[in-house]
């Protein structure tokens, strides 16, 4: 049965239950990384094998979120929402009761194949319920839950950890996803346009190859080294997938992703500045825990503490921003936000063995306030280029290219780190002088190979920064882009 579109006033409480589902499930992506250590000791499991419990979760989300334009356009959004919150709470209440490590790991699946629906899910409701003229301040609440969730969850796992066990992770999250579930089946209606389409199997399959390995490549190249045939063929198996997948979609008149987007010339030009700004990104979300942690001794907890004003800061002005979009459009918000970035990346290249914790705090915020400024407006001012019958790709799209530029963004930065790390101790251990000089080499190595990765993130901000200028305001087009099957 189809359901129309949304017309008139926006389904406030609807999108309220859709939001906090969405929180929760980000949330807990990054809840469980600062307990992986409590892990490792409880299930006596390596390194190796504990990072699978972050590193398969982003998988299942690289293989589900490609097929999210399918779900969201073949099935009900209510459907679609109780079925990823059941999954979710179930993986959930699994996880806490694990006996064993293969336990976690299959209930941390369970969790992922749940959330990876949420996002692409609450932007399509959002793109449905608000007229182009008040996108930019729902999409700016919306990237209030995409950026604070994931930045407050390193503080609140570093705080339970320090009192409590890894399984109260789990449980803090249980009943809030139960209360949304239980709001979801009585209150959750129907607003989106279903279609009578079939999922082209083969589509399935090559995407998954080309999108998981590719993640897994990467994701991998960090622990492993680029070296192992597990890190280059997983990248070139995910490369010739990804192909493949490509030149199916431009084949089918009804395709698992469609690639036909790109032809819209501002949602092209988001894109590329979204993952450019993604790989940037994950500099100071990635490199700031490394030096703060292992080379200045403080505690998670702390470490957790010093980025908790920036995620309020992006929390405060998600909102603003929107309201901003609306009137100003991207163009000058992205410039602004970019140029923060840059200046305070560069900021962060010359961190020194004893900066000040107050000094990083402050840049840090500095910093997410001007990705702020960025990331939705640029996201959203590329999806109101697309036609209402395209946003299920755009959205899917989106979300994909997030997962995949983060994943390759964090390989391509923790090895330029190790890399000069390397270089560095090599060079300082020949002018050692004594052993009490040896003793702080590996800390100045450390230190110099995160300077020089900060240093590379702001050439890739300003990449951003320069197609940021070459943005303009669009208003959806009538109709898509005809598509044309090959045979």
């Known amino acids: 049965m189809n359901t129309q579109g949304m017309t008139g006033k926006p389904p406030y409480a609807m999108i ?43 998988l299942v989300n690289g293989v589900l979120i490609p097929a999210s334009a399918f779900f969201i356009q ?13 999954l979710f709470t179930l993986g959930s209440v699994l996880a806490t009761l694990a006996p064993s490590f293969g336990v976690l790991l299959a209930a941390r699946m369970i969790q992922a194949s749940g959330s990876a629906i949420m996002m692409p899910l609450l932007m399509n ?29 390193p503080t609140l796992s570093g705080w339970l950890i320090e009192h409590y066990t890894w399984r109260t992770l789990f449980d803090v999250v249980i009943p809030i996803a139960v209360m949304t579930l239980l709001f979801a089946i009585f209150k959750l209606k129907n607003i989106t346009t279903q279609r009578h389409i079939k999922l ?22 960090g622990e492993k080294g680029w070296d192992s045939i597990h890190v280059y063929g997983a990248i070139a198996s995910g490369v010739i997938g990804l192909v493949l997948f490509i030149w199916r979609q431009m084949r089918l008149d009804e395709p698992l992703l469609e690639f036909r987007i790109y032809r819209y010339p501002m949602f092209a030009l988001s894109s590329a500045i979204s993952v450019v700004l993604a790989m940037a990104m994950f500099s100071a ?17 702390h470490s957790g503490l010093l980025m908790l004003p920036g995620a309020l800061a992006m929390g405060i002005m998600s909102p603003i921003t929107g309201k901003l979009f609306d009137k100003f459009g991207a163009r000058i918000l992205a410039v602004t936000g970019l140029s923060i970035m840059i200046a305070t990346t560069f900021m962060f290249s010359n961190l020194t063995m ?4 107050s000094y990083i705090m402050f840049i840090y915020t500095l910093r997410m306030f001007g990705m702020s400024m960025v990331m939705m407006p640029v996201m959203t001012n590329g999806l109101n280029q697309l036609p209402q019958s395209m946003n299920p790709h755009g959205t899917a799209m989106n979300n994909t290219l997030q997962q995949v530029s983060g ?48 240093t590379i993130s702001i050439f890739i901000a300003i990449i951003a920064l320069i197609l940021s200028f070459f943005m303009k305001r669009v208003t959806p087009s009538k109709e898509p882009i005809k598509q044309q099957s090959a045979g």
Do not use: C, H
């Open 285 to 301: 979300m990635l490199l700031m825990p490394i030096y703060v942690q292992t080379i200045r001794g403080i505690s998670p907890l």
């Open 74 to 86: 073949k099935f009900t959004n209510r459907k679609l929402f109780i079925t990823a919150m059941v």
């Open 200 to 221: 082209d199997v083969s589509s399935l399959i090559l995407s998954s190859i080309g999108f998981g390995g590719i993640l897994y490549g990467f994701s991998s190249a």
């Open 354 to 357: 004893d900066t000040e914790y």
């Open 125 to 153: 409701v959002m793109l449905a319920s608000f007229p182009i003229e008040r996108r930019g301040a729902a999409m700016g609440i919306f990237g209030l839950v995409m950026i604070t969730a994931p930045a407050i969850g």
């Open 407 to 454: 994943a390759v963004g964090s390989a391509f930065l923790v090895t330029l780190m190790q890399n000069r790390t390397e270089s560095e101790m090599e060079r300082l251990s020949e002018s050692a002088a004594d052993p009490a000089a040896m003793a702080n080499i590996a800390n100045k190595a450390m230190l110099n190979g995160i300077n020089f990765s900060f």
């Open 16 to 58: 309220a239950i859709l939001f906090v589902g969405a929180f929760v499930s980000l949330l807990n992506e990054t809840l469980l990384n600062v307990a992986l250590p409590s892990i490792m000791k409880d299930f006596d499991v390596s390194a190796s094998s504990v990072q699978w419990l972050s590193t398969g979760y982003m």
